[in-house]
C-alpha cells in the first residue's frame, strides 16, 4: 500500500512540472509574436520618374530589397510608399537600391550610367519636384516627410 502511495505521489509532482514547463514555452511563443509585429515600419519618400515604365523599375527594385514586404510608387506625387521589417533592411538601404536603376530618391542620387541607359521617355528632368502633395507648390520643393511609425 505504502507504495501505491508513493508512486501516486511521483506521478503526482510529475504531472505538475510538467503543466510548468509547457505554460512557460506558451509565454515565449506570445513575445515572439509582438517582437515580429514592432519590427514592421512604413517610410514614404520622393522620387524622381515619368511614367509606367518607371513605375515598374521603382517598385521591383524596392521590393528586391530583402524584407521589404510592399512598395507602390505614384507617378501623379513622384513618392514611394513603402512597408518593411525594419530587423531586415532600413531606410538607406532602399533609397541605394533605387538610386542603382538610375532613379533620384530625396536622399540618394540616381545612378548616372544607369539612367544614360534607361529609355528615352523615362530619362525623367532631374530638376523634377518629388514628394509632392499632390497641389501645385512650385516655391516650396522638396519636402521630407520620413516618418517611421510601427
Ligand atoms: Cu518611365
Request: proline share 1%; glycine share 8%; charged share 25%.
Amino acid at each position: 500500500m505504502k507504495r501505491v502511495m508513493l508512486s501516486a505521489a511521483i506521478i503526482a509532482v510529475m504531472v505538475v512540472i510538467g503543466c510548468k514547463n509547457e505554460a512557460k514555452t506558451n509565454n515565449e511563443t506570445v513575445q515572439t509574436e509582438e517582437a515580429n509585429e514592432i519590427a514592421m515600419a512604413n517610410l514614404s519618400f520622393g522620387v524622381r520618374g515619368n511614367c509606367g515604365m518607371c513605375e515598374s523599375t521603382i517598385e521591383k527594385a524596392a521590393n528586391g530589397v530583402e524584407g521589404v514586404v510592399s512598395a507602390e510608387w505614384g507617378v501623379d506625387k513622384k513618392k514611394i510608399d513603402v512597408s518593411f521589417d525594419d530587423s531586415k533592411t532600413n531606410e538607406l538601404a532602399i533609397h541605394s537600391a533605387i538610386a542603382a536603376p538610375g532613379y533620384d530618391t530625396d536622399k540618394v542620387m540616381g545612378d548616372i550610367e544607369a539612367y544614360d541607359t534607361l529609355p528615352g521617355c523615362c530619362q525623367y528632368d532631374h530638376e523634377m519636384a518629388m514628394n509632392q502633395s499632390g497641389e501645385e507648390n512650385h516655391a516650396g520643393g522638396v519636402s521630407l516627410s520620413n516618418t517611421i511609425f510601427q
